[in-house]
């Protein structure tokens, strides 16, 4: 199966509400995460990153969250907007010589005005 | 500044005729990689190059090749396109060589083969 995954495929929510966007990796030895958006007709585009020394870190109304003893991370999106409405990846990369990102299969985040 | 590159933006072809994406980014990066995009499948990796002159597979190669023509250039060929291949195909680049690989990506491709 696959190394990255996420549990909610669709998301909606109303403007100004806090987002959460999920993501499960199963190789304890990934030591790099990134969350990309994608919106519609668009390449993904880099939001944030977390090293696996980190538990948190903070954007521009975006938080990263790592678990690693549950291999699961989150993003949170702080007073969603419509502009937020997109496809959200996590990807991570695996050590051990390969620094090939891995993508998960995506969540489309929907921004209800 | 560009960033990454793709031509074409949409191309359809008949099952059997060949093709060439091309790809072209001015970041001076060292690492390259193709990858298609399939409804509910996410991103999976064609074919990558760590730096000019190498050239590697991915999760899904079989149906293309690659050329790494020069530092900025990476083209993605189909020899005799199949239905299967219908997809959007991004290219993107990173700096390459370490841990910290945040890929740029360009705008897409999207290919319908008949």
């Known amino acids: 199966g696959e190394s990255v995954g996420l549990h909610l495929p669709t998301l909606s929510v109303q403007e100004g509400d806090n987002s959460i966007i999920n993501c499960a990796y199963s190789n304890s030895a990934s030591d790099y995460f990134i969350w990309y958006k994608q919106e519609s007709g668009k390449g993904p585009q880099f939001i944030i990153d977390i090293r696996s020394n980190m538990d948190k870190r903070q954007g521009q109304r975006v938080t990263v969250l790592l678990n690693k003893t549950v291999k699961h991370l989150s993003l949170q999106i702080a007073a969603t907007q419509p502009g937020d409405s997109a496809v959200y990846f996590c990807a991570e990369n695996l050590s051990g010589g390969s620094y090939i990102p891995t993508f998960g299969r995506g969540t489309s985040l929907i921004v209800h005005p | 500044n560009a960033g990454v590159t793709q031509t074409p933006k949409f191309q359809v072809l008949k099952t059997g005729q060949s093709m060439t994406l091309q790809c072209a980014q001015d970041?001076?990066?060292?690492?390259m990689y193709w990858y298609r995009q399939d409804p509910g499948m996410g991103l999976r990796l064609i074919y990558y190059?760590?730096?000019?002159?190498?050239?590697d597979k991915g999760e899904v190669p079989n149906g293309y090749n690659v050329s790494r023509l020069n530092k900025r250039e990476f083209s993605l060929r189909l020899e005799s396109a199949a239905p299967s291949q219908t997809s959007v195909y991004f290219c993107?680049?990173?700096?390459?060589?370490?841990?910290?690989?945040?890929?740029?990506f360009g705008s897409g491709t999207q290919l319908s083969v008949l």
């Open positions: 993107a680049s990173s700096e390459g060589g370490g841990l910290n690989e945040k890929l740029f």
């Open positions: 190059s760590a730096s000019e002159g190498t050239t």
């Open positions: 970041m001076n990066h060292n690492s």
